[in-house]
């Protein structure tokens, strides 16, 4: 991190507000590693990014957040060559996971002081941008619902909460996927185009999703029912559902997903709008983030 100046781009309300309580122990660390560094409270949502959108060249933003925020300042850094940091401090760490630092914002500081920077791949769905990945159906379904959860309940908590909230009025959709030209006629009840490995706080929906190999890791199901989905929700937990028979994996560049109805989606756990024609494409290598080097 020689030479530069760490802005710490930090959301006051993720982690049901605790973010804000580590801002003494993150520039304790960073003083004893004789990094300077800016602090910039971010007022509510987009403000991240155009906290980043404002840095001088050669600063480096840290997300100290959730995956909300992480998305956030990512949104201002991919395609360009700002390198971005992340310091886990929300509810949702899903993409922490897929970069090797987990939740722990120990670690996230061990790989902020390290300094080694990965080239991963970004998305990019319907002109909108992504990190971590994209999900149609009744994964967005339940994203959409978090919010109604009791706070108390806390990240996975909620996540759960609004699943089988959910259940009850279980849909699948007539699909056409289309994967780099490929097509795949089914009905399905969620269509993953993944780049991390983990979606919802806890979900590795993903598992064997690779951050720089240039492709997405696409899962869906087959048309299912309730008592398949309660089944499959302990594999999903633990990143072993794609042995399943209903459910399908496959990797491309470009991934088209046409519906017979609008559905909601969500990349990176913020809900787009509503819309039945996704067109999603790869941007390989296009963020550059501090973290540990990947194996
Ligand atoms: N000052 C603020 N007040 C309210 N919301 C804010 C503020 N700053 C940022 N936000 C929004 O908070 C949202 C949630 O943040 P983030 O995902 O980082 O934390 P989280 O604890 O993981 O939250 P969640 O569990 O809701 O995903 C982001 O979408 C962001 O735009």
Request: net charge neutral; glycine share 14%; with cysteine.
């Amino acid at each position: 991190m020689e030479g530069r100046e760490v802005h710490l781009i930090l959301n006051p309300v993720a982690g049901k507000g605790r973010a804000a309580g580590k801002r003494g122990r993150i520039s304790r660390f960073l003083d004893r590693f004789g990094i300077e560094h800016r602090w910039h409270v971010t007022r509510g949502p987009g403000d991240a990014t155009g906290i980043v959108a404002g840095l001088p060249e050669g600063a480096l933003p840290v997300a100290v957040g959730g995956d909300g925020t992480v998305h956030e300042v990512a949104l201002a850094c991919i395609g360009t060559r700002r390198i971005m940091g992340v310091l886990p401090a929300g509810s949702g760490n899903d993409y922490v996971k897929a970069l090797g630092i987990g939740p722990s914002l120990e670690r996230g500081l061990r790989a902020l002081a390290a300094g080694c920077v990965r080239e991963v791949d970004a998305g990019e769905v319907n002109g909108v941008r992504f990190n971590n990945g994209l999900g149609i159906g009744f994964d967005a379904e339940v994203a959409a619902n978090v919010v109604k959860a009791p706070a108390w309940l806390g990240g996975f908590g909620r996540y759960m909460w609004a699943v089988y909230r959910l259940l009850r009025e279980l849909e699948c959709r007539e699909a056409r996927i289309t994967l780099d030209g490929e097509v795949v006629e089914t009905k399905t009840v969620l269509v993953a185009v993944a780049l991390g490995t983990t979606y919802g706080a806890r979900f590795r929906l993903a598992p064997i999703s690779r951050l720089d190999d240039g492709l997405f890791d696409v899962i869906w199901s087959e048309e299912v029912g309730i008592g398949e989905v309660l089944r499959l929700i302990p594999s999903v937990l633990r990143g072993r559902h794609l042995d399943h028979p209903k459910v399908h994996h496959a990797r491309a560049r470009e991934v088209a997903v046409e519906l017979e109805r609008v559905s909601p989606a969500h990349v990176d756990g913020e809900l787009l709008p509503l819309t039945g024609e996704f067109q999603a494409r790869v941007l390989p290598r296009a963020l550059r983030v501090v973290a540990p080097p990947g194996e």
